[in-house]
């Protein structure tokens, strides 16, 4: 087998302030019709100090930058918890349509009924994958859904006239999840998971209690992991007054196979960047939609999309909402193309990716069980976690095997996360990547197992084939330097 | 499905391997009762070309079909962008990259980053700058909060009635589980924040003014600067016209401890109002209660210059319930346009740009006041402006739209009940006068 | 200083018959909305062997091999004869708006009248900057350029009524002048360039006569400098009857600075994706028009672009013109471009552009005379000449300094042409690159001839970061495998 | 300007290297008498966004504007085209590199050529297949010249007056300066070119015939193969719709020496009819004759796979006078265009597109005859076929187009003078039903 992985030419590129120089200029400066009207000088500065270049050296500055980025248009990219599923080219065509892009936000109802229509056509069908009645597009990403969703839990216990302090969290949540809690003033109460990496009904019915506001699920849950006990904790949460939440990042697993609204979960956040195949764009932006059930609807961020006859229009009049979780409506750049992604699959196949990846996700798990150690020995959804267990003997741990997963030319897995796991190394292919690209992923898992026995050292000082080598993140927290 | 790889053949041959008789013994773990009963119910999936027909049918609803001459302001603004910003943005490696946990394939994104932060502290004038936020107005929210948070005893903050309404909104949101209060500091005649109300206030642990405010004018943050002085409350600038910082005096020369502002302006496209671009800049010594993400230099094993992200333990992943903030995912790649955008325009580049706005402005104002149109507030504003508009103008305003493509101004009586006829007017380099003497000439 | 070139990840990528697996597909095939009308058996075959890939597959594979690939965007690339400068982003936007790229060519004058007064202002200008009456845009590129104008000249002799059989070539020339001149039935004639390296008047006079068609001029010609005696030369031909053919794809060098159509030539091809920043594609699409003089303008090829009032229309009455040379108007799309490019710069940046394209020339010259041997010691035009001979000593030639460059981050030069230097490393900067990279390419070239004494090995070895090191291009022409 | 990095201080340095007091001095060794006096007199240079407008402006103009229903073939098609060909085929690392003289680091677009080559192959069932040539009439016109060279005695090129007229005029333009001479094989009363005709002719080197002939018309190019060799001549095939090898039998099965084609539709716009890509292929035998490029597969110095241009000793950069062709450039992004678009499209998605083509076709010329339209021809076709117009059409025909958007058909009088009322109509995949059907309302 050849691996992925080889090395060529790249090139250096400094900061772009060493290749200032004054007097350059990169853009066009529009021609002037008016008359200048000077500014009272005390109310300015010299010009900002931004860079001096010419258009080509900005194009080349960035294509050398970018060329020194791993992508999923270069490679695999099994990033467990991130779903780095292909990002279809369309969906970028259809967000630069100029009738999207060059859309004002208040523009007026009347103006931008065709953005309105897409959002509350998205809307339904985000409800429909969910199970929800209504569902907020505003989100920014999954954490600010997460906030949305808090809020809401929050505004509810309000509402009922008595406020709770706790929030159930499980250990294998995401940070987001107690961060989340935290910004509502709650305060997280850690649950552990059971010896078969999900969540015992007994162990959450002995934490809830009336001063708890609910519990945070994530369902699958990080450990690629079906909480079977889903319905049950939700009636045990919901017997003492509290509300589910559900943080339904990896709903890629179960799109068309169960709908969290049918399960007990009362608020559910979506990363469109993940499931729905926007692109993350080394960072984000993201989109984080809420879902909730029918009582929560009155707390809603405003404003809200609403139907009349054929007609679309924005109301805020909405006297229980959490109020506004963002400056307009939310990134609607990253809905046109989650919209478009799902147009595109149709609900067939969105029930065929959920199950491509967890078949996928099983192959991978099949194929390395015997290489690796795989702590939950279970039938899994989308990703699989295993840990660097067989490799310890030789002083290898999961970071080396991930570094050097770089030289065969895959992005390596998640690594040292869910928490719950010791060195967790968490693989979570997705259903765009083909059996023989995730074969070669498996061949390249077992060679650097061997090479863990053979030549550690390799492993330990991998990366060997990236422009940089492990990079000192000690110094750079230590002494930062956050500007050049 | 031309985005799934698998042949028939891969499916039996991966189900041999797991042991499934077919893909839904995949989901044998999910029990019976909690599987859901109805196949999902959307439309028809679409090939690419009845997508297309689809989308561009929506997309011709919007007023933005076509080119058109937009007045409107207001947090979000119709500046040129120069066409290597999308083309390079566009690159697989930046757009299909995700967040550079991996540094050593993400120097790409790590140095672009980088170089971001760089360019906005230059912007601003201040120490630091994070990787980016959702927005301006949730990056706002974050410095309340991090101003309530720091102060041992204050638990008020002061907060403009000029800034966007829409940011007040947000804060508003932020706070209400806390324990914490919003005040809201009064507008004076000039259209100004009033300070001397700002200085009769107790108890608060920081003040937001925003400049140019939401009418447009640009206010004396120095005043300000010294009122929280006074005060040992820390001084929280904003801003959602990211441009008008490459005329105007920045925010950390007026000593603002924390900028929160909107930079959609620096390369990103209207959108509908999002993804826009999240800026947040601090002092130093807010270094490690500022939300978010940072990208800091370093050096690899080899002694090379390379970049990480740092300072992680501030962060939700490490500190979970302690952290800064929950925020995880942020605007990268829009940090990144912003950064190719800042590289193009330079220093001059950049000032230039910014005259050429109030340049139109300041035309476009005289234009409407000579044509009937009221001026509202008489000092300086960069690219926005208040006017009172003669009766009837709402629907010539609709006409405009309808019949010329023109976009004239933001009504502000929703925001501010007592405004009645006033209005937003907003003039970027992207206005040609021959537009603006058109709508002066349709209102006279 | 730090050398451009480095090495990076990139990725081994298989031939796509090697990817394909029965029943994928990688194209959203359109919903049928008609009967379906089946082909009598006997006119149809199996469907073609195209590989069978998922889109995601199509976008790696291209993603990946695109990586392999240096290019302006990624770095400096002096090679002569080829102006290399940066190819305007905006340019590809204003070819890709739907008006220009979904015109369909034959919708008649009536719905084509963009694009024809494009074609009509396009030809005005190229003749303003050349100095000649009349344009043809129809060639395809340079030769096919070359081609129009020799079938012009050809026409033009059989007109006056007597055929001639030769045409002289000087030395210098690039080998498409010779074929060019061989496809119009013409003999070449070789001409030696004198020994300041232009072309003396007396050999022209020797060997100009009343059985030759003229002469194939290069000006600058492809040693970088410029025929100092092109106006005697021109008359010489004149005088027995010959036409002056100007190659004019080095029309880079003197914007604004002369006027061909001023001194003497009859026809000049010009290379649109040369001088005027149309990319160059990794081998085409180009676009070569043609200007002529008065006297020759009954001979372009049709159809034309004719302007009555404001109406544009094409016309192909002309008794006279050689002909059609493509199917329908050349390379509209390249045309745009070069419009948008010209529009872009106006006259004076034109002309500055020449003049900086020449002073980035020179600078190079001055900078390496002492380090390589600079055969033609005298001002220089857009290019400079160097040979190996200050090398030869280490046995090391031209072949193995280009690709050493590689290894520095440079594009090598154009070497082993022209032909009347012994190994030339022949450099064309142009005028987009800037004084540093430029100062970090002459950098680069004096650590390589240093290395030429101190490590031949290294640069008979080189080039070594690229993905694949030298080729065997000898068992590639003797038995070639052209399809997989 | 932009695209111009020097500053003030870099001329400076640069001319004391260079020993020059200014720039104008560096033309030094051009005569005065030589340089010209006057300015170039163009437009003043526009700003990017100045560009922008009037470069819309002008792309306004054309019938191309928004999306339009296309009923015009004969040799630019509109197909759909998947929005990642464009994405990919602009990459800077393909769209701004050079022709891959230095292998070493144009494995990119070495492989992708090559894999071009292999599937043009594939397509047309041929040996082997050239790096592209610039379109479907130049390619065809090289082939004659092939033919005529390669030929002893024979000095005359048979071609079928139903191939391209543009393809038949660039073959005139080509051969024109030579001795050859070019003899035209009339069509017969079904719209095929009439075997017998060629049969009975003398002295050939060659004889080319396209099919789908102009007319649409599928040519039975095994008769021609038979003809050929009684004349042990060359049979050159033509086409001008690539897609149609997606169903019908392939130029290879029918024994074609020689096969040149316009491959736009695999993947090209329209473009107003350029730039396009010339495909020309041929038997191995013919190898050497071939004009252009090629890319083989080799061995690096490690034996590794690689690729680079061969067999350049046909070529003018090395034969000079004596090459096969003069062609340098060609058209290689098209070339390569081509490749990512038969990737995507595979085996099985070609031909369902191909069929498609077919059916709306026919489909349409049902309904044009229902509407009262006369079939001319009665033999199979592929998306295009000739029909005879009711008298009024011409006008009928403007009207379609500027109210509807329609453009029906090409009148095929100033191609044959007698076929007055003739139109040349065409239907793709992406023409709806809904389309047709409004068009046959329209004329009834
Ligand atoms: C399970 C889970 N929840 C929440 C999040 C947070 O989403 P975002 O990064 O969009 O804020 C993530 C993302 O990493 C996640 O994997
Ligand atoms: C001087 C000169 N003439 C003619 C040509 C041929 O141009 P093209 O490659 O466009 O056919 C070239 C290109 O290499 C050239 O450099």
């Not at chain 1, 995401?174 to 007994?202: F, M, R, W």
């Not at chain 1, 992005?411 to 060195?423: G, I, K, M, Q, R």
């Not at chain 2, 080119?67 to 962008?81: E, F, N, R, V």
């Not at chain 2, 009635?161 to 209060?181: D, G, V, W």
Request: aromatic share 8%; net charge negative.
């Amino acid at each position: 087998m050849t691996k992925p992985g080889t090395s060529g030419l790249i090139f250096n590129e400094p900061e772009l302030w060493e290749k200032s120089r004054e007097g350059r200029c990169g853009i066009s400066v529009p021609r002037s019709d008016v008359p200048r009207a000077a500014f009272d000088p005390a109310l300015t500065n010299d010009a900002p100090e931004l860079p001096q270049l010419s258009e080509l050296d900005v194009v080349r500055h960035f294509t050398r930058l970018s060329q020194w980025n791993f992508c999923i248009d270069s490679g695999m990219y099994p990033l467990g918890s991130c779903t780095m599923k292909y990002n279809p080219k369309t969906n970028e065509v259809q967000a630069a349509r100029t009738g999207f892009a060059a859309a004002h936000p208040l523009a007026g109802d009347l103006f931008s009924q065709g953005a309105l229509k897409l959002m509350y056509k998205l809307e339904q069908m985000l409800g429909e994958i969910t199970g929800f009645p209504a569902v907020t597009l505003q989100p920014a990403a999954g954490a600010h859904g997460e906030l949305t969703g808090m809020l809401i839990i929050h505004a509810w216990h309000a509402k009922q006239g008595k406020q709770r302090s706790k929030i159930l969290v499980p250990d294998t949540a995401h940070g987001t999840n107690p961060a989340s809690a935290t910004l509502c003033g709650y305060q997280s109460v850690n649950i552990k998971s059971g010896p078969d990496g999900i969540l015992e009904p007994d162990t959450v019915a002995e934490a809830m209690d009336e001063d708890t506001a609910g519990i945070m699920i994530t369902n699958p849950n990080t450990l690629g992991l079906f909480e079977e006990n889903i319905k049950e904790i939700c009636d045990i949460v919901h017997a003492k007054g509290g509300l589910v939440y559900g943080d339904g990042a990896n709903m890629n697993a179960v799109m068309g196979i169960i709908k969290p609204g049918e399960l007990g979960i009362d608020v559910l956040h979506l990363n469109l960047h993940k499931t729905f195949s926007t692109p993350h764009g080394g960072g984000g932006p993201g989109s984080g939609p809420v879902a909730v059930v029918e009582d929560l609807i009155p707390f809603l961020p405003v404003p809200k999309v609403q139907k009349e006859n054929d007609t679309y229009s924005f109301i805020t009049d909405c006297p229980d909402t959490i109020g506004r979780m963002h400056t307009f409506y939310g990134h609607f750049g990253v809905m046109v193309k989650a919209f478009a992604y799902i147009l595109s699959m149709g609900g067939d196949g969105l029930k065929r990716a959920s199950q491509l990846a967890v078949l996928n996700a099983n192959y991978i798990k099949e194929s390395l069980k015997t290489t690796l150690d795989l702590p939950y020995d279970r039938p899994c959804m989308h990703e699989c976690v295993f840990t660097d267990k067989t490799v310890q003997e030789h002083h290898i741990s999961t970071m080396d095997m991930a570094k050097r997963l770089l030289d065969y030319g895959f992005h390596p897995p998640t690594v040292y996360f869910p928490l719950v796991v010791d060195a967790a190394f968490m693989v979570e292919p997705t259903e765009t990547e083909s059996k023989d690209d995730i074969d070669q992923f498996i061949e390249a898992v077992k060679a650097i197992v061997k090479e863990a026995a053979s030549n550690p050292e390799k492993l330990k000082s991998a990366p060997h084939l990236p422009k940089v080598t492990r990079l000192d993140e000690v110094t750079a927290a230590r002494k930062p330097c956050l500007k050049g | 499905m031309r985005y799934l790889p698998h042949t028939r053949q891969d499916i039996d041959q991966m189900l041999a391997v797991t042991g499934h008789a077919d893909l839904n013994q995949l989901f044998e773990t999910i029990p019976d009762s909690a599987k859901t009963k109805t196949a999902l119910t959307l439309p028809e999936a679409l090939s690419e070309w009845d997508l297309n027909t689809e989308m561009e049918e929506l997309a011709s609803k919007n007023a933005a079909c076509g080119s058109y001459t937009c007045l409107m302001g207001a947090g979000s603004y119709d500046h040129h962008i120069p066409a290597i910003v999308p083309y390079l943005i566009s690159r697989s490696e930046f757009m299909t990259a995700y967040t550079p946990y991996q540094p050593e394939v993400s120097q790409g994104t790590l140095q672009g980053i980088y170089e971001f932060q760089t360019m906005i502290t230059a912007l601003l004038d201040m120490d630091i700058a994070t990787a980016s936020h959702y927005d301006g107005g949730t990056a706002l929210a974050e410095c309340a909060l991090i101003a309530l948070n720091k102060s041992k005893k204050a638990n008020k903050i002061a907060v403009s009635s000029l800034i966007h309404p829409a940011h007040r909104q947000i804060m508003k949101t932020y706070l209400n589980p806390s324990e914490y209060e919003m005040v809201e500091i009064p507008a004076d005649e000039n259209g100004l924040t009033d300070v001397a109300a700002f200085n009769a206030m107790d108890d608060i642990a920081g003040v937001a003014v925003q400049s140019p405010n939401f009418f447009g004018n640009i206010e004396d943050l120095g005043s300000f600067r010294a009122g929280a002085d006074e005060k040992k409350c820390l001084l929280i600038a904003s801003f959602t016209e990211a441009l008008a910082h490459g005329v105007l005096k920045s925010p950390g020369r007026f000593g603002a401890d924390l900028v929160a502002g909107e930079g959609q302006s620096l390369g990103m496209t209207k959108s509908f109002g999002g993804p826009g671009l999240g800026l947040l800049a601090g002092t130093k010594k807010l270094m490690r209660n500022l939300p978010g993400r940072f990208v800091g230099k370093t050096t690899d094993s080899n002694g090379q210059r390379g970049y990480v992200l740092t300072l992680a333990t501030r962060e939700q992943h490490i500190r979970r319930e302690k952290a800064s903030s929950n925020i995880c995912s942020n605007n990268g790649l829009n940090a990144m346009t912003a950064a190719i955008y800042m590289a193009s325009a330079g220093k001059n580049g950049i000032r230039e740009i910014a005259q050429l706005n109030h340049d139109k402005a300041v035309y476009l104002k005289n234009k409407l006041v000579n044509a009937g149109f009221k001026s509202v507030f008489s000092g300086p504003f960069f690219n926005e402006f208040v006017v009172k508009a003669p009766s009837g103008f709402a629907d010539k305003r609709r006409e405009l739209a309808q019949k010329h493509n023109l976009y004239a101004g933001i009504p502000l009586e929703s925001y501010y009940p007592d405004m009645t006829n006033h209005y937003l007017f907003c003039a970027t380099e992207t206005v040609s006068r021959h537009a603006m003497d058109l709508l002066a000439k349709e209102v006279q």
